[in-house]
């Protein structure tokens, strides 16, 4: 298995450019989710989703649109970058049951800057 | 407020000697903790889940305890080694039935020198 992977590993954009990054995994996991990490703060969810055809919001969805159309893959897409999305992305996927204590895989990060 | 808070922020220990790192959670529903390790660069990977009814769990030199009482958790670490230099971050998986949701602490930066 190759887990969780991520694409690109580094970005640089411009204020106002889109792009997406994208996230696959090979597990067959139920949830999937994208996290931002800035210094000095926890991982922050930006959106989720517990299934193909279900995601919803996290704790800082602003500026951020996610879709899930297969179990696999579960992209991000920034639709206009400004300088405060300049952080390093986690995308990460498990099983999700009542209670579950399944491990929580994360991909390697994406680190991306916004000039 | 759901939040995970964890102590120390950093901490600098010499190659072999033992350490603690707490966390400290006000979530609630409860349903397990994680402790995560993170490289630099990298993405945090898993070293011991617990729920509610369990007190110690071990991953080699890593041991994990929770108090489920006092809300509270310590990741201790065994003579510890270069390659243990890496942030430790306390992960709470809570809330009602359906709407189970990660709460990430600020993690404990730990730098092990030779």
């Known amino acids: 298995n190759a887990g969780v992977t991520q694409t690109p590993k580094f970005q640089v954009l411009k204020t106002g450019q889109s792009m997406t990054l994208q996230c696959a995994q090979d597990m067959n996991h139920e949830y999937m989710s994208w996290y931002r990490q800035d210094p000095g703060m926890g991982l922050r969810l930006i959106h989720y989703s517990v299934g193909a055809g279900i995601t919803d919001q996290g704790e800082v969805p602003n500026g951020y649109n996610v879709s899930r159309s297969t179990t696999e893959d579960f992209p991000l897409r920034l639709l206009s970058a400004a300088p405060s999305q300049t952080s390093v992305y986690f995308c990460?996927?498990?099983?999700?049951?009542?209670?579950?204590?399944?491990?929580?895989?994360f991909g390697p990060g994406t680190r991306l800057t916004v000039l | 407020k759901n939040q995970v808070e964890q102590s120390p922020q950093s901490l600098i220990i010499l190659e072999g000697k033992n350490c603690t790192l707490q966390c400290n959670y006000t979530v609630s529903p409860f349903s397990n903790l994680r402790w995560y390790k993170q490289d630099t660069g990298r993405g945090p990977v898993s070293l011991t889940i617990m729920t509610f009814s369990e007190n110690t769990k071990s991953n080699g030199r890593y041991t994990a305890t929770l108090d489920a009482d006092t809300k509270q958790s310590s990741l201790h670490i065994t003579a510890s080694q270069l390659s243990d230099s890496a942030s430790y971050i306390c992960v709470v998986r809570g809330g009602s039935s359906g709407t189970y949701k990660y709460i990430f602490g600020t993690g404990t930066r730990l730098k092990v020198l030779a």
């Open positions: 990460a996927s498990s099983y999700w049951t009542a209670g579950s204590t399944d491990t929580q895989y």
